[in-house]
């Protein structure tokens, strides 16, 4: 077992994206990786484009408490609108983002953050990352339905939470087996998603192609020279 | 799938046997443990966060696990048909939430005076208005007299094992009620994490309906004779005692489990850092939530207690009181407005003066660990100042 400071992670994203399967693929491989793990969704009615959140916690350490991720060390946002429209359950966006904490935003450009904002993100030494997860997805994988999947990879080129030969066995999991079972919204969300392939194990490689593809599309963002402008 | 069993003791199997590891939410545990609990009929309506598990075990029956399953009209139907199939002998499961609890309130009470061991999953969420489904376990508050067994799980692994002891519990003869299996909705269910299960081939035994204290129902013991003439409280004299003395016979029925529970569960509650001047009492996911507050108390240097109380009905009185004897204060987390564990709790102690009822979370957020750690502090902040006085 590697060992690795507390890590919790908060995703926040539209009904849709997919934030909680990225965060049951993430989850999953730490624990193959031997470390602590706990995953969970939080939503209001289960609907599309509506604001959906989902946490990780890793740690080396037996985690024990539950619900939201109150302070996280790292946030993924899935959607400009998570910011620009406020759809999520904590304001501002990076509500208890801890010190030194990454932000990674789904962002084909970057976004006007407003200054108060960003003094507040200097102050954190926070760290802002842009992916155009979305734009690459449709460019690698062929669809939108695996922006989550970018995201992904976009964090593994940030940091390396879990392996990658974890990862891709707990993408082989969430969609490979018939064990899982999702709500009806879910599920045909998979349907879509699995039948641009004609086998499952097309689909990882093009996912394995799509995360190295969203880590090398990173731009780093730096709140402090913004602040300064 | 029932006759597979190759175990003849499950409850030592399932307090000491091997278990293999798993990642999976609470609902999937959930069908885990209803997939060894030879359950002949599982009645399902569908409410969040429950309707998954439901869902799993609807599969279980496609594949052949449980003799019968269907959905019925609203949650009254399904404790009402429960019942029914209770009434018939067979073991039965099912689960629900929040407002479904409340709605099948009428039904709670019937099956403890029935005397049937139906285990029922509530999977807790707030009840309206304001409308919520997130977690919140004011729904334990409004059971805590209907007659059944109540165990709170603290996680996903309690939920699992959890259930087929409350079949073990529930089913002694001398015993015989209704247990409910309660865990905090998407803290539990919702989460996934790991988990050790028992061997896929673990099973129960069968239920023997020819155990109960009461007949089955059937063409040779039909229903009226039984239920309707003795019990019904007319201005006939004898039925006010018969009714009267049936129902001391459900307390000492419950009061009779406390020894089950504890060879099955290994205790109403389970006691960290005994003997500490501080404890915090809690159940459910307040425990989990506790479990971080003392590492974050241990890191200031002060220790802390911790109770989990497993079993709310019956309600450890004599294990608190034992447990809190040297102790000068004691902090009650919960997620409910009402602060019903508080009261248990104040009910069952002398000098209850030393209980703080709270933090309490409602509403649907989770428990900041913090939270519970600064209700430490100013317990023992307060006790200086006063002392000083």
Known sequence: MKSIEKNFIRMSGLGGQGAVTAAHILGSA??????????????????RLAPAESYVRISSQKVYEKGEVLYPNTIMIFHPHVITMGKCYTMPFFDGLQE??????????????????????????AKIYYV???????????????????????????????????????????????????????????????????????????????????????????????KED | MCSDNNFDDPGAMLLNGPRTRAFITGSEAVCEAVKRACVDMAIAYPITPQSESMHLIGDLYAKGYIKDYYRAENEFAVMAAVHGAALGGGRVFTATSGPGTLRAMEM?????????????????????????????????????????????????????????????????????????????????????????LPPEDFRLLPYDSNLAPVPTFDMETPPMRITRDPLLNKSNFISSSANASWHQEILAAAERARKHIRRFMGGLIEVENPGSKVFIAASGTAVSQSREAIRI???????????????IRPFPEQELKDAVEGADHIIVPEFNAGGW???????????NT??????????????????????????????KVNGGN
């Open chain 2, 297 to 311: 108390l241990q890191g200031e240097g002060i220790d802390a207690g911790l109770i989990k109380i497993k079993s």
């Open chain 1, 132 to 226: 155009p997860a979305t734009k690459i997805a449709t460019e690698v994988a062929g669809s939108e339905l695996s922006t989550n999947i970018a995201m992904l990879g976009g964090l593994y080129g940030i940091k390396k939470l879990t392996s990658i030969k974890s990862l891709k066995e707990s993408m082989m999991e969430r969609f490979g087996g018939g064990k899982f079972v999702a709500s009806g919204s879910t599920a045909a969300l998979d349907d879509a998603v699995k039948g641009k392939f004609a086998k499952v194990s097309q689909m990882i490689e093009k996912n394995m192609e799509l995360i190295e593809a969203a880590g090398a599309a990173l731009t780093e963002f730096c709140p402090a020279e913004e």
């Open chain 1, 30 to 47: 730490a624990n193959k990786d031997g470390l602590e793990s706990t995953v969970n969704p939080f939503f209001g009615a289960e609907k």
């Open chain 1, 100 to 125: 030194g904490g990454v932000l990674l935003i789904n962002s084909d450009e970057p976004l006007s953050l407003r200054d108060e904002d960003l003094r507040l993100l200097a102050d954190l030494k």
């Open chain 2, 354 to 383: 030393r209980v703080t009822a709270g933090p309490r979370v409602f509403g649907g957020m989770t428990m900041p660990p913090w939270l519970i750690a600064d209700e430490v502090k100013s317990a023992i902040q307060a006790a």
């Open chain 2, 341 to 351: 564990l508080a009261r248990e709790i104040r009910a069952s102690l002398d000098r």
């Open chain 2, 108 to 196: 709670f009470p019937v099956w403890a005076g029935a005397r049937q061991p139906i285990v029922c999953a509530f999977m807790c969420r707030g009840v309206s208005l304001p409308p919520s489904i997130q977690p919140e376990n004011i729904e334990m508050g409004m059971l805590l007299d209907t007659g059944m067994l109540m165990f709170h799980a603290e996680n996903g692994q309690d939920f699992h094992d959890m259930i087929l002891q409350a079949y073990l519990i529930a089913e002694q003869t001398d015993v015989h009620l209704p247990a409910g299996v309660f865990a905090d909705g998407f803290f539990v269910t919702h989460t996934r994490e790991e988990m050790m």
